[in-house]
């Protein structure tokens, strides 16, 4: 089994920077890729970003060059820069892992979500 705690939601101004963090404990040796969802109300969870252990990477063309995903493997950690952020990226950000690369399915992890909230 795998863990995965996140951390570095909050609310900020549309325009603003915020920072998550994801760290997971358990059977980590099994994970490959990590990554971003997000679910904003009465919409389905969507991805984000995912990294794979090699740090090859995948975007929704929603966060293209605004978000940015980054892994440390020695802390089993992944983070998602996010600049510029627009009130519709208002959602709960779930932390992913799994066995699978970038293009496969979501992992079988999830994180419980923390709540990102921009205002107008």
């Known amino acids: 089994q795998v863990q995965l705690v996140e951390s570095g939601g909050g609310l900020v101004q549309a325009g603003g920077s915020l920072r998550l963090s994801c760290a997971a404990s358990?059977?980590?040796?099994?994970?490959?890729?990590m990554g971003w969802y997000r679910q904003a109300p009465g919409k389905q969870r969507e991805l984000v970003a995912r990294i794979s252990s090699g740090a090859f990477t995948k975007y929704a063309d929603s966060v293209k060059g605004r978000f940015t995903i980054t892994r440390d493997n020695a802390k089993n950690t992944v983070y998602l820069e996010m600049h510029s952020l627009k009130p519709e990226d208002t959602a709960v950000y779930y932390c992913n892992a799994g066995r699978g690369s970038v293009y496969s399915s979501p992992g079988a992890y999830w994180g419980q979500g923390t709540q990102v909230t921009v205002s107008s």
């Open positions: 358990g059977s980590t040796l099994s994970i490959n890729a």
